[in-house]
């Protein structure tokens, strides 16, 4: 008989994976199901990055095997963009690596710095992809709690009363998924301050800093970070281009250095063509993010709306493609989307698959027409 890896006993399917599975079965039979769970952005790309893609596929070098470390233009572009809209000056030559998504960055941080039962701590509630590769590579997930009353920001006291020895690494992602909380430049300073302190590698997840979100940070702003940060960035929700698997991480020439000797054994380059997509989006000029935010703010009045209809509690100032609710007290997550799904074809996420304290939660996705939003709250 042959047997799967013990590694694969330590995680299991992605939930969406599972449950998107039964949301697609009951659309099959008929059912005019309303997607309010996942992120993946509706709306198309600009235009000029579908024209760079195609222009692309007649070039010469789109067929070949590409560089590990991407087009020099995509590093150059990358590096722009981060000047431009963080106020951050990194080298395109050392400091940048283009990443297919930057959920693979999750997974190349982790077998760069990670040893078997190295500690990583890891947000709950927070994108469970932290804690599945963690799993996968040996490595020991230890959640620090986050919670409405501290704006969803860790509780760097309590943590440092902690025995933090065998901690490597910290993942943190602000703008929050799945809150919207924000994290303001002198939490990142003290946030620095503590992973030095303990010399524990500090990763941002920032695929959200553009969306709904007056004040992007990026962690770079703060002096010194570079000694002991990583950031993953991502044009996935930037630019609506979740499907051609584009992001990005930057820090410092050994850490990037390091991600590159794992990636470059995995993958063989991205496709020329998307990488010249990729360059145009990151060129886009402030028109760009006015417009796609304006749609979000339309989405989200609506969501609000349902949210209110349902009893639930929101928090207006919170940032990126989502809704985060709180629900009435004693009422479960996973009990109350089952419902929501059964009764009125409405699916939106719970709360708990990003952790225990996502209990008591739901989560809307404000990928969805205004139509289909309209049309969901005229069924609550
Ligand atoms: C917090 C967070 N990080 C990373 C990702 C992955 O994004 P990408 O499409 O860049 O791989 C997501 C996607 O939903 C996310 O929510």
Redesign the pocket.
Known sequence: MIEFANRLESVEEYYFSRKLREVNFLKANGKPIINLGI?SPDLQPPQKVISALVEGLNDEQAHKYQSYQGLPELREAIVAFYRDMFDVYMSPSTEVLPLM???EGIMHISMAFLNEGDGVLIPNPG?PTYTSVTKLVGAKPIFYELDASNNWLPDLDALEEQDLSNVKLMWI?YPH?PTGAKASEAFFTRLVAFAKRHQILLVN?N?YSFILNDSPKSLFSISGAKEVCLELN?L?KTFNM?GWRV?MVLGKSEFINAILKVKSNMDSGMFYGIQKGAIEALKCTKLWYVSLNNVYEQRREIVWKIAEALNCTYDKYSSGMFVWAKLPAYVKSEEFIDVLLKDKNIFVAPGTIFGSKGEGYIRFSLCATTDDLEEALARI
């Open positions: 992120g998504g930057s959920k994108y992602s998924m997840d695929p991502s996935s979740a992001g």
